[in-house]
């Protein structure tokens, strides 16, 4: 296959600054909506929905449009916000080290050296949000007072680090649904209080897991870590469920042996 060689930086230049740009255009609650065609017509002024949309034919300008695609992915995958934001910095950080005389790794270096000084500013001035306040972020990327009164509803049940999943419903109603968990579970690390300091949570996970169980999985987590129950996690190692049944009831073959022997107990009968 034939290899297209370039030595200019016109071309990529202009698909991230129109990329940019597009994006950048929806920024604060002023932003502009942007119409997308093709396929279904859709206006939003989300600025990762719009950055994936934007794809050249010429792939000199559709490299610099793929930048500023990557950077709002990773952006949207780590935070789940702030895309428009990284979009337009990132274009300008790239603009104006372009133009600078320096070495590229000099420039590099001192890029990451000032990443790490307003990381620390950044923290240092942050402020925590209350559960009151969900509502109102969720509100700004929704856009809608219902699902944003649902989203804080369900962020107040599983705490803050909840995963919560949107999809299109069958019906007109907007609604949610919790995974099912234990009832005795939940009420037993309620009740009594002292509970929480005799318990030790041992969760086995597997990448085997199906996405029912691997959601499920995530939430058990949420939820011991919001009531502050310690847990530890072994992660199965082995590359199939055959092999990852025999290895779960090896280490529970340890762990039964182990315990017998912190409790001076004989451990035959627990391996047998």
Known sequence: MSKQVSFTKEKVLEGLRIAAKAVGDTIGPRGQNTFMGGGIPRITNDGFTVATAILFEDPEIDLGAYIVRNVTGQQNDDVGDGTTTVSILTASIIEESLKRPENPVLIKDSLKEAGDKILKQLAKTSIKIEQKDVEKVALISSENKNLARIISEITGKLGEKAVI????????????????????????????????????????????????????????????????????????????????????????????????????????????
């Open 165 to 272: 999943n949107v999809e299109d419903s069958k019906t007109f109603a907007t609604y949610f649904e919790l995974p099912e968990l234990n009832h005795h579970l939940m009420e037993g690390l309620k009740n009594p209080a002292t509970n929480k300091k005799n318990l030790l949570f041992i969760l086995l996970n597997s990448n085997l897991y199906l996405p029912r169980n691997q959601k499920r999985y995530k939430i058990l987590k949420n939820v011991l870590a919001k009531n502050k129950i310690r847990f530890v996690e072994y992660s199965t190692k082995s590359k199939t469920k055959f092999l990852q049944s025999f290895e779960t009831l090896i280490f529970g073959s340890y762990l039964s042996f182990y315990l017998a022997m912190d409790y001076n107990l004989d451990p035959s009968p627990f391996l047998g």
